[in-house]
């Protein structure tokens, strides 16, 4: 409950997110060719890339301004939004998130 008076992402709910999106991974695959065990261990891996990627920026950040810019948030987003899309489209998903704050 404190999460949502807080505006915070759940842990549970991220995972949740990535486990459909590696579930669906095992009956769609993208229309390419694969097993489906193949297609879901690869949802994982892009979300775990994808948020490596994204808790490094923030690390960096945060070592460099001294405060903190990106939080944890966007990086359970971001291993969510790896776990769905293939990996050259999470750049362009990423940027069109940030122009739409603006």
Do not use: H, N
């Not at 891996?45 to 966007?74: F, M, N, P, S, T």
């Amino acid at each position: 409950m404190r999460a949502l008076i807080c505006c915070r992402m759940p842990s549970p709910t991220a995972a949740v997110i990535c486990g459909i999106a590696a579930a669906a991974a095992l009956t769609q695959g993208f229309g390419v060719s694969v097993e489906p065990w193949f297609a879901a261990g690869d949802a994982v891996l892009r979300a775990a890339c994808v948020a490596g990627l994204l808790a490094l920026l923030r690390w960096v950040y945060a070592r460099i301004r001294k405060r903190e810019g990106i939080g944890l948030g966007d990086v359970k987003l971001a291993a969510a939004v790896g776990a769905w899309l293939p990996l050259d489209v999470v750049p362009l998903c990423l940027a069109s998130r940030q122009a739409a704050r603006w």
